[in-house]
């Protein structure tokens, strides 16, 4: 059973408009959230992460935003760029062990120019 | 800093051949890990190290070593190869949590793929 979910395969988007992509959890004791980006025949790298006590992180083109009554957070991207055309990954941990990460299928974005 | 490093970036083997994936770090990091990568997946812990002597198992352990005798080596090991085990497999790396302690971010290495026939 996925306690993370990226329910979107894949998002297409055009140049200078906002990427908005979108995860759910389902374990309530997940309270750190981050965003991985991963390019073709490379690591993932991060992004962007947030913690529960907050409910937006920003930085530059990239916020995240936490509902943790709905337990749903999403990644905004604004404005998108061709070079944004990569797998996101959501992952999340919890209090028990904030070394481990548990992470959803991912979404695969494509920003068109 | 080279960061995170894997050895080798492919690797095909036979069902029954064993292996040992390579991943060094130069970041003093006492938090290491592996995971595979398996579409419509995501990424699915393996084995995690907390320091040099400790390890423990992750969501799919099966079928894998792993030990940790430096803090900049975690190598993985397939005992039996299996076609199941066909995936990409990436080492990641980060300082340790503990209670109390701001979270900090991993970092990957660029993979392994592995093809077992």
């Known amino acids: 059973d996925q306690q993370v979910k990226q329910n979107s395969p894949s998002l297409s988007v055009q140049e200078g408009r906002i990427s908005i992509l979108n995860c759910d959890y389902t374990?309530?004791?997940?309270?750190?959230f981050l965003w991985y980006k991963k390019y073709p025949a490379e690591g993932p790298t991060f992004l962007i992460s947030?913690?529960?006590?907050?409910d937006k992180n920003e930085d530059g083109r990239f916020t995240v935003f936490l509902n943790k009554s709905a337990k749903h957070l999403s990644l905004h991207i604004v404005p998108s760029q061709p070079g944004d055309s990569a797998v996101y990954f959501c992952?999340?941990?919890?209090?028990?062990?904030?070394?481990?990460?548990?992470f959803g299928a991912g979404t695969i974005l494509r920003v068109k120019s | 800093n080279a960061g995170v490093t894997q050895t080798p970036k492919f690797q095909v083997l036979k069902t029954g051949q064993s292996m040992t994936l390579q991943c060094a770090q130069d970041?003093?990091?006492?938090?290491m890990s592996w995971y595979r990568q398996d579409p419509g997946m995501g990424l699915r812990l393996i084995h995690y190290?907390?320091?040099?002597?400790i390890t423990d198992q992750g969501e799919v352990p099966n079928g894998y070593n792993v030990s940790r005798s430096t803090t900049e080596d975690f190598p993985l090991r397939l005992l039996s190869a299996a076609p199941s085990q066909t995936s990409v497999y990436f080492c990641?790396?980060?300082?340790?949590w503990g209670p109390g302690q701001v979270r900090y971010e991993q970092y990957f290495g660029p993979g392994t793929r592995l093809t077992v026939t």
């Open positions: 990641a790396s980060s300082y340790s």
């Open positions: 374990n309530s004791m997940f309270d750190y």
């Open positions: 947030i913690s529960s006590i907050k």
């Open positions: 992952a999340a941990s919890d209090t028990d062990d904030g070394n481990k990460l548990v």
């Open positions: 970041m003093n990091h006492e938090y």
């Open positions: 190290s907390v320091g040099a002597g």
